[in-house]
């Protein structure tokens, strides 16, 4: 692999170009991701001539990703490194002058703040000093303020009574150590000094996951300086992240408007480069189970919708440089796709062939960045000086992934039983022979509102498809209903049907492999993460044909992840069972939907995994099916990740997570 080692921090350090290849030589195995260099966050600079990203590999020794932010010029490929690697870096922001990036990373006191560097060399000069770190921030237009999102001090305990620290809970996740507190927004100069504290009150900045789509974004800066935009939260309880509107705050009075009303599920507001409008998602409908469309509103409310005529779910948008119109992003089919939307005219879908993108920035000279891969090629920086025309790669980081031997990846459709459409990703084995039938391994993905796609890296189970290609397995990822990935109608079906619906397009999925002279169907596994842990619950407790199963943070109980879960995942039982576990309409589905109730059925060897604070899927639940099913002598092994919330962050505690998966599967496949 072809590494970056700058002769100084801010040397030139490599000139990027497409690297001969060797003839593929094998095929990959999970620990060759050991090579993988993710790239993220690229940001275009305002002049186009450059683009900055941060670049991360993993370190085994330390446990740790080693990251630092690069500058890419986007004539040549040359790479400049702005920061070391000593300490983690992420969200790199441009001036709007272009002569520096901001960035968070670790501060003084082991907090992250924001860290100003000169782009053409020097030291990154530490800009905050939020005693509780910094979230979230944006530069002022003019370059010379920073708007920052910091937490509030947490309650402190009165001198004289240094034990009285207990709190009240609300909707919170239940390893709750301390009282929630509210996030606020704070302005300080770009070369640090006195902060201003600009927002207050019970309420507050939008910090952790969303219910169904929508993420916590950055502060907006509107064009003229006065007003910043955000999303409120009601509160600051981990699971109301429902309770979500637009704002905006007056940069010189503190006044926070609320230009769409008393409303919810609202996300990622940002001004337009050009005026007081601000975009930003909310659903589609007809319940918050549903696509996200990209909307806008103007400071004094009123506004229209960007994504009619697009039945795709928005995950991610980026205003166009005149301010007239967005690129967004979502799936479609088995790719993630990027349209350009105007008001008043049809839908552009942005040519990007077999690529799939994961991040897009556009700078104001119009450039177009992304980091995308394909099924088979690494993830790598892309340009496009137009939406209308070819993709440009920029890098080749993970030149030394081609020398390996991949399956092919096609889309795969069929027809469920009550005639819905479903697709998802099929890998063929690497040295798949027509005529002969081989071994399958199904993985089922969570969100539910989210889909497989035929990306290299980019979803839970991408780094196992092609491991299991080269160990001659069909790799099957269903998209059933509730995933996102073909339009509204089918992500809605999931609505009040979160098991059996879903298992039918699963087990209609593998039947029509069957039919096409594919598969051994004596020699079938199933796997899953998340909400795809749901479902292997649910299909091993309906179905005994699987060799063997492995459940990673799943979702068992209803009643439990209603009562106990944070990130949102209360309003997600809510809304998508169509009512609380009190209200009469939806108290029974609590019991007949959740995998549990059926435990008592599955005879399939079951791994459990599950992450030690993980607050998402509430970890009660692995123990109480672990002991469902050691009590009916079922072969259960339940393996918990320490340190871990919902998915393995670490190098090596990730890379074990995966392989356990894999052990567990050829270990039962004899």
Not at 161 to 170: A, C, Q, R, S, T
Not at 189 to 196: K, L
Not at 446 to 472: K, M, N, V, W
Request: with cysteine; charged share 20%; net charge negative.
């Amino acid at each position: 692999m072809r590494l970056l080692k700058p002769l100084s921090l801010f040397a030139l350090t490599a000139t990027l170009g497409v690297q001969a290849q060797s003839a593929p030589t094998a095929p990959i195995q999970i620990s060759d991701y050991r090579q993988l260099v993710t790239l993220s966050s690229p940001q275009v600079s305002p002049d186009g001539n450059w683009v900055a990203v941060v670049h991360s590999v993993p370190d085994f020794k330390t446990n740790k990703r080693v990251a630092k932010i690069l500058v890419i010029e986007t004539a040549t490929g040359a790479v400049r490194a702005l920061t070391s690697g000593k300490k983690s870096v992420s969200s790199p922001r441009w001036s709007p002058t272009g002569d520096r990036i901001a960035y968070i990373s670790e501060g003084a006191k082991t907090t992250d703040q924001v860290f100003v560097i000169p782009v053409k060399g020097g030291s990154g000069r530490q800009a905050t000093a939020a005693t509780n770190g910094v979230q979230q921030f944006c530069w002022s237009p003019d370059g010379k303020q920073i708007a920052y999102v910091t937490p509030d001090d947490k309650p402190h305990p009165s001198p004289l009574k240094p034990h009285d620290d207990l709190f009240e809970v609300h909707d919170d996740g239940f390893l709750i150590q301390s009282a929630a507190v509210p996030s606020h927004i704070w302005i300080t100069g770009a070369t640090g000094g006195a902060a201003r504290r600009l927002t207050q009150g019970s309420w507050s900045v939008l910090e952790t996951d969303a219910p169904f789509s929508g993420a916590a974004s950055d502060p907006s800066w509107s064009p003229d300086g006065k007003w910043i935009a955000f999303a409120r939260q009601a509160n600051a309880n981990n699971s109301d992240s429902d309770l979500s509107t637009v704002a905006a705050v007056n940069v010189d009075t503190g006044e926070v408007r609320s230009p769409t009303g008393p409303s919810s599920y609202e996300y990622q507001p940002t001004f337009s480069p050009a005026s007081d409008d601000i975009a930003f998602l909310r659903p589609h409908g007809p319940t918050p189970l549903s696509i996200m469309d990209a909307a806008m509103t103007t400071l004094v409310g009123g506004g229209t919708n960007f994504s009619v005529g697009l039945d795709r779910n928005v995950t991610d948008f980026a205003w166009m440089p005149d301010g007239r119109g967005l690129i967004v992003k979502g799936s479609e089919g088995i790719r993630t796709r990027l349209w350009v939307l105007r008001s008043g005219q049809p839908t552009l879908a942005i040519d990007l062939g077999d690529l799939s993108p994961s991040e897009t920035d556009i700078g104001k000279s119009g450039l177009i960045a992304i980091t995308a891969s394909s099924a088979s090629t690494p993830p790598e920086i892309y340009l496009l000086s137009d939406p209308s025309v070819k993709v440009r790669r920029l890098t080749d980081f993970n030149a030394s992934l081609g020398r390996f031997q991949y399956g092919k990846v096609t889309e795969f459709t069929w027809t469920a039983p009550d005639a819905e459409k479903c697709d998802g990703v099929l890998t063929y084995p690497v040295h798949y022979v027509q005529g002969r039938k081989y071994p399958l391994m199904v993985f089922i993905h969570g969100g539910p509102e989210a889909a497989s796609i035929a990306s290299y890296i980019g979803f839970e189970g991408d780094l196992l498809r092609q491991s299991f290609a080269g160990q001659d397995y069909f790799y099957f990822e269903p998209n059933y209903r509730g995933s996102d990935n073909l339009g509204n109608a089918h992500m809605h079906k999931i609505y009040q049907d979160p098991g059996a619906g879903p298992a039918s397009d699963v087990l209609s999925g593998i039947a029509a492999l069957e039919q096409e002279g594919l598969i051994d169907a004596a020699r079938v596994s199933v796997a899953g993460h998340s909400y795809g842990g749901y479902m292997t619950a649910w299909l091993i407790g309906h179905d005994h044909r699987w060799l063997s199963a492995t459940v990673g943070n799943g979702v068992f109980d209803w009643m439990d992840t209603y009562n106990l879960s944070a990130s949102g995942n209360l309003a997600w039982t809510r809304d998508s069972l169509g009512g609380t576990p009190s209200d009469p309409k939806s108290a029974d589905l609590y019991r007949t939907g959740s995998p549990i109730t059926y435990a008592g059925q599955i005879t399939t060897p079951t791994l459990i995994l599950s992450c030690a604070v993980d607050e998402q899927a509430p970890l009660t639940q692995s123990f109480a099916l672990y002991h469902r099913l050691k009590d009916h002598d079922v072969p259960v092994t339940f393996i918990m990740v320490p340190g871990e919330r919902h998915t393995p962050k670490s190098p090596a505690r990730y890379e074990n997570y995966l392989s356990a998966i894999a052990d567990w599967i050829r270990q039962h496949d004899r």
